[in-house]
């Protein structure tokens, strides 16, 4: 059974950076789509960062976290992760990471919700202003 298990996160002021990780477990497919998603209370989850695993592809940004957020991997580690740096309060919200099924081959991966298959339970970050 595949498992994403996200690690990091937690509360920050405005202005100041935090990393989350997302490792993936009992997944023997070696291309797929994989990023970071987040929901704030009461709003839909929404992609912020997507990129394809092990592919030397250009990542996906949401305009708001553009030049401020980092999606990177460590394919041997099955580990993703997330550079947030000047977090602001809007921030604020539960990130999950999500995978897709192989059949996104990575070389482009759709900032859609639906088109990942396979989440995390995820990870709480909170920004105070």
């Known amino acids: 059974q595949v498992q994403l298990v996200e690690s990091g996160g937690g509360s920050v002021q405005t202005g100041g950076t935090l990393r989350v990780s997302c490792r993936v477990r009992?997944?023997?497919?070696?291309?797929?789509?994989w990023g970071w998603f987040r929901q704030a209370p009461g709003g839909e989850r929404e992609a912020v960062a997507t990129?394809?695993?092990?592919?030397?592809?250009?990542?996906f940004y949401s305009d708001s976290v553009e030049g401020r957020f980092t999606i990177s991997q460590d394919s041997a580690e099955n580990t993703l992760y997330l550079e947030m740096s000047n977090l602001k309060p809007e921030d604020t919200a539960m990130y999950f990471c999500?995978?897709?099924?192989?059949?996104?081959?990575?070389?482009?991966?759709?900032?859609?919700?639906?088109?990942?298959?396979?989440w995390g339970q995820g990870i709480q970050v909170n920004v105070s202003s």
């Open positions: 990129i394809g695993r092990a592919r030397e592809t250009t990542p």
């Open positions: 009992a997944y023997a497919a070696t291309r797929y789509c």
């Open positions: 999500g995978a897709t099924e192989p059949r996104y081959s990575g070389l482009w991966c759709p900032p859609v919700v639906k088109v990942y298959t396979y």
